[in-house]
Every structure is written in structure tokens, then in C-alpha cells.
């Protein structure tokens, strides 16, 4: 079985530089030895990413990273001691521990605890820090199961440890601390609200990789059919004739011209639509539908990131 809950198993091969695939609360990452470079290649390859766009290493905790970095803010030291283990990953100046590759050349490095029971377990039985991105095909949807990395990259990874279900669903929220600002560079699983309490107001410069590369990775999270967002009741008369999916949020759909509809949160709830968007835009796609038709739910707490989602599902690819 490729796919389990051995934890020496899942040591030993990325030990040998291979690739396996771990779980954390927000989606499965695709994880290789960082302090190996010919490790952490095989992940962009083996996601067919493009070699510009970094990684980010994961730790067991605060004295793990510590020595991945060379300046460690005191405001940042706030933010990972709230928030680590966490969906939140902290950008901060890089030590010569970090290779080149894993930055992708930057002087920074990405570095997240994730919170879940066999990650931190693993994280604590390792000697190096594991580089991770999201487990799936560089531009499509983020896998919160451990099936998904399996239907996507199982020939590519050795061994899935199978933590069951992503708690929360959705990537971690991307905070770069600078000069005593706090920066956000994606919106993720830890709320705009949650930092700013502890920290007072950030400065939002959402996906830094897009200013780098222009257009190149606007287009992200897309299902193979086309996703269009709006007025859900409109979009099914105008499109009508199309093979017809819909993701709504707290509003059941009915509707003779739609092959079928899937709600996010029927109560209304944007954690668990965080929860559910990535796996029910999977369920979508295996209908083999034409278009998927979805609105923005409300631009709060979590609210924020799945919008953000939900916008780069439907940006035109390039
Ligand atoms: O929740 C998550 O963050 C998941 C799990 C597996 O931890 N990982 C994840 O990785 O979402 P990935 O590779 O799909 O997204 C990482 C993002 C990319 O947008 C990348 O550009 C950004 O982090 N990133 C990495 N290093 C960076 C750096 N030094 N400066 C700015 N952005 C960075
Ligand atoms: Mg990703």
C-alpha cells in the first residue's frame, strides 16, 4: 500500500531523498529532505512547477526554525508563538542552512509548523526541515485527502501518510514581517482578524510571485471546467445548453438545467466552506461538466481566502 500511517516508513525514504506526502490541518504537501538539493528537485518536478516560484520548510517548532533564518523579528517571534503549530507560514531573511533551491534564489525563506499530530511527529524524528508545497499538479486544485494525492502524483511520491481529512482546508495565510511591518502575501487559514489582533493593521500585497512572473500564476486551483462566477440563477439561464455544475454557499439551487449542485456551507459557515471548497471542486470536476457556476460568499474571516480561491479557479489560463 502506498498510502498509511508509518511514521519510520515515511522517515526512511525521505532519509533517501525520495518524495512523500504528508498531511497537515490545511491541504497534503508534497515533501522532500530540504537541506537536499537533489531532493527537493524532484518536487518541482514532480509537480511540473515552475522553477521561479520557492517553497516553503516546515519544522517541528519555534527552536527549529531558528536556525533557517537570520533575523527572527520580535514581531514575528509574537506571531509564531500565537499562532505555531498553525496555518500560518512566516517569511523572514534566510541563513546559508537554506539551499537556493528551495527559495528559489531569494533572500527570504518560507517556514510554517503545521499543526497536526503525525506531521509534528514525523518533524520530530527528522534532522532537516521538510520543503513542502501543495501535493497536487503545479495550477490545479490543492488536495485535502490523501486519495487526491494519490489519483494526481501517485506514481511520483513513495509513500502518503494518511492523516485522514485537512482540518482546515485551505493553504496557510502567508505573513512576510519587514523593516517592523507585517506584510500579507496570501490569504489563507489563519484570518486577516486573528493577526491583526495581535499584531494591529497589515499591509496586504497578496501573491508576490505574480509581480515576478506577470500573469503567470494568476490562473491557480482550476478544475478542468470552465468556473464562472455571478448571480447563480442568471448565469444557470444564460449558460443553459452547457453541461451545468454549481457550487453554491448557504442557498439550495434547483434546477432542471444543471446536472448538479453542491453547497459549501449550508449554514453559512466560512470555516467550513474553507473546510469543503477544495474537495467539492474535485467532486465537481469528475462530473466532466462544461462550467461550474459559483458565487463569492461573505469577505469574512475565512471567508477571504476562499474568495481568493475561488477567484483564481475562474482567472483565464494562460
Ligand atoms: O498550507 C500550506 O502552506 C501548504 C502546506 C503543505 O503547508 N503549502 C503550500 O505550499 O501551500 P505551496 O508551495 O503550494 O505555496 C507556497 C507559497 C507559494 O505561493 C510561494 O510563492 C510562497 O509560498 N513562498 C515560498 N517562499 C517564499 C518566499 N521566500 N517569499 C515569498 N513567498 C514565498
Ligand atoms: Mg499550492
Redesign the pocket.
Known amino acids: 500500500m502506498k498510502k498509511g500511517t508509518d511514521i519510520a516508513l515515511a522517515k526512511q525514504f525521505l532519509a533517501a531523498g525520495e518524495l512523500v506526502a504528508?498531511p497537515?490541518e490545511?491541504?497534503?504537501?508534497l515533501a522532500a529532505n530540504g537541506f537536499n538539493t537533489d531532493a527537493v528537485l524532484k518536487i518541482y518536478k514532480a509537480k511540473n512547477?515552475p522553477a521561479f516560484?520557492?517553497?516553503?520548510l516546515?519544522v517541528a517548532d519555534v527552536e527549529a526554525a531558528a536556525p533557517l533564518t537570520k533575523i527572527f523579528s520580535e514581531k514575528a517571534k509574537i506571531l509564531a508563538q500565537k499562532f505555531w503549530p498553525g496555518?500560518l507560514?512566516l517569511?523572514l531573511p534566510?541563513s546559508d542552512l537554506v539551499p537556493d533551491i528551495v527559495?528559489?534564489g531569494?533572500d527570504?525563506?518560507?517556514i510554517?509548523v503545521?499543526n497536526h499530530d503525525l506531521t509534528l511527529e514525523l518533524l520530530k524524528t527528522l534532522h532537516f526541515p521538510l520543503a513542502?508545497?501543495?501535493?497536487n499538479p503545479s495550477g490545479y486544485i490543492?488536495p485535502t485527502e490523501a486519495d487526491h494525492v494519490l489519483q494526481q502524483l501517485g506514481e511520483e511520491v513513495q509513500y502518503v501518510l494518511d492523516g485522514g481529512k485537512c482540518s482546515v482546508g485551505i493553504?496557510?495565510t502567508?505573513v512576510?514581517v519587514a523593516d517592523d511591518k507585517v506584510f500579507i502575501?496570501?490569504l489563507?487559514?489563519l484570518s486577516l482578524e486573528k493577526i491583526e489582533a495581535v499584531v494591529g493593521k497589515t499591509e496586504t500585497i497578496i501573491?508576490?510571485?505574480i509581480t515576478e512572473a506577470p500573469g503567470m500564476?494568476v490562473s491557480h486551483y482550476a478544475p478542468k471546467a470552465k468556473v464562472i462566477i455571478g448571480n447563480i440563477a442568471s448565469n444557470i439561464a444564460k449558460y443553459r445548453g452547457n453541461k451545468i455544475g454549481v457550487l453554491s454557499f448557504a442557498k439550495g439551487i434547483l434546477s432542471d438545467d444543471i446536472v448538479c449542485t453542491i453547497d459549501l456551507s449550508p449554514k453559512g459557515d466560512t470555516d467550513e466552506a474553507a473546510r469543503n471548497i477544495f474537495a467539492y471542486l474535485r467532486k465537481l470536476d469528475e462530473r466532466h461538466l462544461d462550467i461550474i457556476l459559483t458565487e463569492f460568499i461573505p469577505n469574512e474571516g475565512l471567508g477571504r481566502a476562499v474568495n481568493d480561491r475561488l477567484q483564481r479557479a475562474a482567472a483565464e489560463r494562460s
Open positions: 504528508i497537515t490545511t491541504v497534503y504537501g512547477r516560484n520557492p517553497l516553503i516546515h496555518p507560514t517569511v534566510k527559495t528559489a531569494n527570504t525563506v518560507a510554517r503545521p513542502a508545497p501543495s501535493a490543492s493553504e496557510s502567508i512576510k502575501l496570501r489563507g487559514g501573491n508576490t510571485e500564476l
